[in-house]
């Protein structure tokens, strides 16, 4: 990368008040601030707190990272969140709702004319190498997440909302921290009680549609035997005058 991009790149990820900074067209993710504000949540032990330690293979400089993050509406501490369930869900999201953005940066003419005269396209691979290894990402976090998603109560605990349901409520017991392994075994118990669930209300429907057909049946027979009566009550009237 030259230095002419490098210095653009520089004037975009200064500071918040800047015109990059305040033109967010993707939904920004809101991360803890503090450990103090994640110890007062006693609902979800397993939430950690900030950490350099987190963050993922990219080889950019964290200038770098910052300018893009900044220029797509993330949170630029998002990378550097310890990684657990409730993190690693954020940089999902992160990622998932910004990949059409990413991958039309290239005909983006306000980030083509920040970059101008050396246009410097960001791929894919190195928007997720900045929160994850690509490989894991759609190996893993993409795969469960996107199962865990189907359930409700479990989508509402990985994305902290408020009025979302216990530790003890939705695993059953409570620990320190969920890994995806607890996620991936979550997940096909609960698969499992759904498709029971399912096939209770199929049986159910089938019992009813046969209640259905058997009323529909039975109607249909006593139409045909009233409609019989008058014509049979006078054979048998004619039988007994002419007899």
Known sequence: MNSGSRSVL??????RSSPVASHSRSPSVSVPRSPSLVASHSRSPSVLSTTEQGGGPSKLSKEDKDSRLEYLGIN?????IATNLHTAYKKH?????STQKVLSLSQDQEWQAL???HPWNVSLKDFIDIFVAKSQYYGTWKQIFEEAERFP????????EDDRKSDKAIWG???STY????????IYESRGSKRQLNRIGIRNQNHLRRRRVRRRRSRRQNKMIQSKRPFGFLCFSFVIWTG
Request: no cysteine.
């Open 10 to 15: 520089r004037s975009v990820s200064v500071s």
């Open 76 to 80: 630029t501490n998002l990378p550097y």
């Open 93 to 97: 999201v992160a990622i998932s709702t």
């Open 115 to 117: 970059m101008d005269p």
């Open 153 to 160: 109560a479990m989508r509402d605990w990985l994305a902290l």
């Open 173 to 175: 017991e409570i620990k």
């Open 179 to 186: 890994s995806f392994e607890d996620l991936r075994t979550w």
